[in-house]
């Protein structure tokens, strides 16, 4: 179990906070349908426009790499999205089995169409693989959009699958400063702290895999 950043060479994003606080429940409202609003809609309320633009190509390198993945293993992002990542793992690594799962039907039918038939919908907190299934099992921001209790169960679900060799990244913060400004700004998620709070969490679901924080930038 140890920290690493594996989303290191992840461009980082522009934030209109002020704009996304304005009328800011409606907002959070909409986002939370994971529908069209928060993949496609506007910026105050999601990605405002979720398209492949290959970012995530040297972030699938990182993973194959730290995880010393081949051809003929199985790997799992959870809460895929659109499915990116899993096409990029797939053509940075040929031969690799990849699966990408998500809640959002909007994601999954608006999928990269190299991922055809490699996705499917359901919730990280029951997932439906055996015991062992996987080689790694990534979950980058997802996690954390549920509810305690939840996200404990998705914490075990992913020890489950891939023990010892999960991925989880995680919405954090380390001062108040940077707590009031990931309120300001978040949409979805329902279970948040300090890192040591989150490891206390890991220690409680049994999660033995690796993590990171995501936390906002003060612009």
């Known amino acids: ?61 990182r993973i194959i790499d730290h995880f010393g993945l081949k051809p003929g293993d199985r790997v799992l992002d959870i809460g895929c999205a659109k499915g990116f990542l899993v096409r990029d793992l797939m053509a940075e690594c040929p031969g690799l089995t990849a699966t990408g799962l998500d809640i959002s ?6 999928a990269h169409p190299d991922v055809a038939g490699r996705l499917l919908r359901s919730t990280a907190h029951r997932l439906p693989f055996a015991d062992g299934a996987f080689d790694a099992a990534i979950c980058i921001n997802t996690v954390h959009n549920l509810d305690q209790d939840l996200c404990l169960a998705a914490l075990r679900e992913i020890e489950r699958v891939a023990p010892e060799r999960g991925f989880v990244q995680v919405d954090a913060y380390r001062t108040e400063s940077e707590r009031q400004h990931f309120e300001d700004w978040m949409l979805t998620a329902r279970t948040y702290g300090r890192p040591e709070d989150w490891l206390s969490l890991f220690a409680q679901a049994g999660y033995r895999g690796d993590y990171f924080w995501t936390i906002l930038e003060m612009e």
């Not at 996304?20 to 349908?33: F, G, I, Y």
């Not at 039907?105 to 608006?110: N, S």
């Open 1 to 61: 179990m140890a920290e690493v950043n594996l989303l290191e060479t992840h461009p980082k994003c522009v934030r209109n906070v002020a704009a996304r606080l304005h009328n800011k429940a409606h907002n959070r409202e909409r986002a939370l349908r994971f529908d069209w609003e928060y993949f496609d809609g506007p910026r105050e309320q999601g990605y405002g426009g979720y398209v492949y633009d290959g970012r995530w190509i040297p972030v699938a390198r």
């Open 105 to 110: 039907h909007y994601a999954l039918t608006h």
